[in-house]
Structures are given as C-alpha cells and as structure tokens.
C-alpha cells in the first residue's frame, strides 16, 4: 500500500478561526483524516506547508509515520521548526494513524499500548465568546456548567497581549475569577488563561490575588521561550502551573521539564507532531510527576478523536479541552463526533481515528477569510 494523493481542506466554522483538515489517499482506496492546528490569519501559510511537505509522502507505506515524521525534520525542515512546519506535520501524521487503523481494523489507542482508561475528561472553552464584564462571565459560566461540563476555562485579561499591564488589568482579571467561582461554586474547576503574555512581576501579583479562588491552574504567565520565568512563578504560587501549547516537539519540552518549570504540560496534538510525538512528550513527563493536559483548539471532530486516542494511553493524563463553539459545525461535518456526556468523553470503538467525514459538508463550509484585524497603532497603545 502507498500514499498517492494529499489534500489539504481549509473549513470555515463561522467563529474563531478556520480549520484545515487533510485527507491522505491511498492506491488501495483506504484514506485518513487528520487536522493541522491554525491561527487567523496564517491558516494559509499552513495550507501550503501541508501541500509542500505532501509531495514528500507520495509513493510511501503509510505505516512508516515515525520515519516519515524523522526525515520531515532532519531533511524537509533541515532541523529548523515552526509553527507552520508542525502544524502541517501533525495533519499529516494523524491522516497515516487513522490509514494505519483502518487497515489493521483497531482504534489508533489499540496501536499504541491500549487505553489506560475508557472515558476522557474534558473542560470546556469558548463558553465566555462576547462577555464584557464580570456579571457576563458569571452567567456564561452557569450556562456551561448546567450544560454538564465540571470545568471550565477561560482567559479574565482584557486585551490586547503586553507584558505589562495597568492594576486596573490586574483587578478586571480578578474580578472575572471571582465573579465565575462565586457563579459556579465550590466543586466546578476553575481553569484561568494568560496566553503567554505577562512579565513575571503581574504574573506572580495576580496569582497570589487569584489564589482564594482556587483555580486548578493557571496557565501560560509568561512567554514559552523564557522557561527560566515560568519557573519563577511557579516557585511564588501554590497554583498549579501549565505551559507547552506553543512548544513543538519533544526536544522543546525537555528544558521544561529539567528546570521543574511546569506542573503540568498542554501540548497540542495538531501542532506538536502529531499522535505518536504527543504520546512521546507525555512519557517524557511522567518520570518528573509532571501531568500532561492537551491543548485542543481544534474543531471537534477530528482534531478532538485525535486527542483522545493520545489521551487514552498516557498514565498521566489530567483533562483535555473542548470548544464548544466548535460543536455545531463539527458534528455536521463528522455526524459520529465525540459528544460530551457529564465533562466525560467516550473512547472512540471504530477502526483508526473512529470518525467518518463528510466530504459534502466540507464544500458547505468552504474557507473563507476571517476581516481584517484591527492591530494596534502608537495611538492606540496605553502607558
């Protein structure tokens, strides 16, 4: 069996971003599915990547991911990543696990080692899209929690990113923790976002301020690359500490875990490298009792199966993410998506990914740029 045909689809789900699926052909008619993770505004550039890096697989055994994946870095890449680069990759790789798993008949976890559980935890994200105020978020979350989700996160920082912000930042970001835990109680986890942006001086004021909530974590304070800051403050907080959604690749996750910067890892299935690299990352974590939590802001279909077939064989697992604004579109493009049922996720049974794709709904939802922007100017900018 070779590959002989890759075919990047970018989709537009109406919010957030566009998606971009690939579908890898085979001359024996078996074909997967696999999704690249995108960001506005550069889901192009990731397009091209999936359609450069394909012409690399065409005429090769699809069960050969890990070679195929060892020569994208060492001889496509020439040892130098990028988001765009990992994005295309991790499409790639997960499409040759679903072939892989259709062709022996197992789910991809089945492949891997077996599921060490057979149900993933999930917490929910996007649930917060157009609240303004503390009050807004206080509702939003009621919603999702009586939606059966028991954790949910989301980022209190008013925008845009700068590593240094007014108190009045800091206080907003408080007040939104606060409102949503006295919204939602005691029991529900209370997962707060920073998205990298904070010198360690906020990052640490604004832990301390957030620790009578009891978030279960907070997540990103400071940029990826300045691991030495993250560490910081997760020396000055009893709140659990996340960082990996902007690593890629094993080799960036080991300085994380040798300085100790991190509780808790969140690499990305659709960007790090795919399946068998995520599964990797997390064997890396377990001798450091570091826990790992994928990132997930993929659509939930195929980037969301993909994640739960990683999940389900690392022992130290912890929760997963889940945008619910992605739910609609999703389920119409896969009718068999994971559905979430009390935060909780089922095991995919079927063969390879566990999902099925329709190819008419793609072309109903067929890309489409997201307006322009609005970026900041001087003017713009607060002192």
């Known amino acids: ?69 060892a020569m994208a870095f060492n001889d496509f890449a020439l040892r130098r990543g990028s988001l765009e680069f990992y994005s295309a990759l991790s499409g790639i790789e997960i499409a040759l696990w679903d072939i892989v798993g259709k062709a022996a008949g197992q789910p ?31 509702r939003a979350a009621e919603e999702v929690v009586a939606a059966g989700f028991g954790a949910l996160k989301f980022d209190p920082f008013p925008g845009p990113f700068r590593s240094h912000i007014s108190r009045a930042d800091e206080d907003f970001a408080v007040a939104c923790v606060a409102a949503v835990r006295e919204a939602v109680g005691p029991r529900v986890d209370v997962l707060v976002e920073v998205h990298r942006r904070l010198a360690p001086v906020h990052a640490k004021r604004v832990a301390a301020r957030l620790e009578p909530y009891d978030p279960f974590w907070f997540e990103e304070p400071c940029p990826a690359e300045n691991l030495p800051e993250i560490r910081e403050v997760r020396a000055s907080t009893r709140i659990p500490i996340v960082t990996g959604e902007a690593l890629y690749g094993k080799a960036a996750f080991r300085a994380v875990f040798e300085l100790g910067a991190a509780d808790i890892v969140n690499p990305d299935v659709a960007n790090t490298g795919g399946i068998l690299e995520l599964k990797e990352i997390a064997a890396m974590a377990e001798p450091y009792q570091v826990a790992v939590s994928p990132h997930n802001f993929n659509s939930t279909a195929v980037g969301l199966a993909a994640t739960l077939h990683a999940s389900a064989v690392m022992p130290n697992f912890l929760i997963a993410e889940y945008f619910t604004p992605f739910e609609e579109v999703s389920r119409e493009l896969a009718p068999n998506a994971p559905v979430p049922e009390g935060g909780y996720l089922a095991l995919p049974t079927g063969p390879g990914l566990g999902i099925a794709i329709d190819e008419e709904a793609l072309a109903r939802h067929a890309y489409r740029r997201f307006p322009q922007r609005s970026l900041p100017t001087f003017r713009d900018e607060r002192s």
């Open 108 to 138: 991809v976890y089945n492949l891997l080692g077996g599921p060490c559980r057979d149900r993933i935890r999930v917490y929910a994200n996007g649930w917060y899209k157009g609240a303004r105020t503390p009050a807004d978020h206080a």
């Open 1 to 69: 069996m070779q590959v002989n045909r890759v075919t990047p689809y970018l989709i537009h789900p109406g919010w957030g971003k566009n998606w971009l699926y690939v579908k890898v052909e085979t001359d024996e008619g078996l074909t997967g599915w696999g999704e690249a993770y995108t960001q506005i505004d550069r889901d192009t550039v990731v397009s091209a990547m999936v359609d450069e890096l394909g012409r690399h697989l065409l005429g090769r055994d699809p069960f050969h991911i890990k070679q195929f994946t």
